[in-house]
């Protein structure tokens, strides 16, 4: 194992060496607020922050469903860790376990298994740990050879490919058994992933029938499965009962208090005993904590989340600290007692402020600031100039909860770059026909070079059941696809 030398002790003087893990909501929020704190001591050497993230950018997944149907360009829904954190040391890898008696992380990256050397181990003075969440899966049979999740930009992008392929499929084939399947769209999770992203792919795909002589919109199929007796629970009970009309008004398929079964064979068995024949099975059902808290030896609550105090500190244990999906934080704005905030962007985002003071008050033996917020409320986008808003107890539906959609995400999403070429794209979008390309290709881009060389070449379409064609490692498709 390679070692990582540390300046100086732990304390305010010289040497002090932060160290963040995520490169999250909170990890990368977390580290520019450090950055600017303490921009003068990192000059000087006095102060390190390093972070270990496994992906070189910030993925800002309120947008994924929107890239997913094209109207915003992939590369405008990340944000280069590089560029907005350049006084930070970032270490492109996955930290394996913590040894917090001895205060190291041993971490693998992209090198590990090309130079022999091992896995890296990093000394740090205090941590940050914001690994974010996975994928929640369940034990059903076909799951992890055909479901495909919704969590990263590869996972939304391969999926609109996927979607614009099953139509290309549908109108070139002469078996009414492979078109009804390929036009037959499974959704399983009526928060706001499953939704949101259903719902534009569905306004999506009914643009893009148009383009073909012979797929009608009434030709698709959507069909969305939740096992609880409601869809989108944040916005509220009105809302979502609206969303639910909309969507069913869309001729959308909503499964309510019913579970997927089965999707063996490429065939969705519900609960209830339908059954869908489908090469589209989309797994949006919840997500849980990342596999590492349970390798850093901190308290757990029973989910399996790093028990945390109103300081985002964890429980009991100095110089470790936590935020966002993988901390239970008491939330001090409950009416009732024991109550924790919810694991979202909201709360991650305000949580990483509070944090990043707290690391610094901490080390320069100032108070700590106990975090407190209130929930404002949620939006939803249902599709291009739909969507429902409960936020600040107002509740708004269509054209107006859409409008506050986006601008309170174009105000969210980090820098002002990314502000102004989301907003040129929604312009653009807005004075021109959307695009309806699919280029699934690119997940073989040496293909051509293969076949003329004599070589063999990757297939051009996807295998059945997956976005897109070829094996993704484990760690990226959390959902099996």
Request: hydrophobic share 40%; glycine share 10%; net charge positive.
């Amino acid at each position: 194992m390679a070692p990582d030398s540390r300046g100086t002790a732990p304390g305010t003087r010289p040497g002090v060496r932060i160290l963040v893990v995520g490169g999250g909501y909170v990890g990368m929020y977390t580290a520019l607020r450090l950055q600017r704190k303490v921009k003068q001591r990192l000059r000087s050497g006095d102060a390190e922050i390093v972070v270990v993230t496994p992906d070189p950018y910030m993925t800002y997944q309120p947008f994924l469903p929107e890239a997913a149907a094209g109207s915003i360009s992939p590369r405008h829904v990340v944000v280069p860790l590089r560029r907005v954190l350049n006084g930070c040391r970032i270490v492109i890898g996955e930290v394996r376990s913590v040894d917090h008696a001895a205060r190291t992380a041993t971490v693998t990256t992209l090198a590990t298994a090309e130079d022999g050397t091992g896995s890296l181990e990093i000394a740090y003075d205090e941590i940050v740990i914001a690994p974010g969440s996975v994928s929640r899966t369940l034990p059903i049979p076909g799951l992890a050879e055909f479901g495909v999740g919704f969590k990263t930009v590869e996972e939304a992008i391969g999926l609109r490919n996927h979607v614009i392929e099953q139509m290309d499929i549908a109108s070139a084939t002469r078996d009414p058994a492979l078109r009804d399947a390929a036009l037959t769209f499974v959704f399983v999770g009526g928060g706001y992933a499953g939704v949101e992203a259903l719902a534009e792919l569905e306004d999506m795909a009914r643009y893009t029938a148009r383009y073909y002589h012979n797929i009608k919109p009434t030709d698709l199929k959507w069909i969305l499965v939740e096992a609880s007796g409601r869809i989108l629970p944040e916005v509220g009970e009105a809302m979502g009962a609206y969303a639910l009309g909309e969507l069913r008004g869309r001729n959308i398929d909503v499964r309510l208090e019913t579970r997927l079964a089965t999707c063996e064979d490429r065939v969705a068995v519900l609960s209830d005993g339908s059954r869908f024949p489908t090469r589209t099975l989309v797994w949006t059902a919840g997500v849980r904590p990342a596999p590492l808290l349970a390798a850093t030896g901190l308290p757990l609550t029973p989910r399996g989340r790093l028990r945390c105090t109103a300081t985002l500190g964890v429980e009991g244990t100095p110089h470790a600290w936590a935020a966002g999906d993988a901390a239970a934080v008491p939330d001090l704005t409950a009416s009732e007692p024991g109550r924790e905030t919810a694991p979202n962007a909201q709360h991650a985002v305000r949580q990483a402020k509070v944090l990043a003071d707290n690391v610094l008050s901490s080390l320069d033996g100032r108070p700590l600031e106990e975090y407190r917020h209130a929930y404002a409320g949620s939006v939803a986008s249902l599709g291009l100039h739909k969507g429902v808003a409960h936020v600040y107890g107002r509740k708004l539906k269509g054209y107006p909860a859409w409008l506050m959609h986006r601008v309170y995400h174009l105000s969210r999403v980090p820098t002002f770059n990314r502000k102004a070429r989301v907003l040129a794209e929604w312009t653009l979008s807005g004075l021109f026909k959307r695009e309806i390309v699919s280029l699934g290709s690119l997940e073989h881009p040496r293909a051509e070079f293969e076949l003329a060389a004599g070589g063999p070449a990757a297939p051009r379409v996807p295998r059945p059941g997956r976005p897109h064609g070829g094996e993704e490692p484990p760690e990226n498709r959390p959902a099996g696809g």
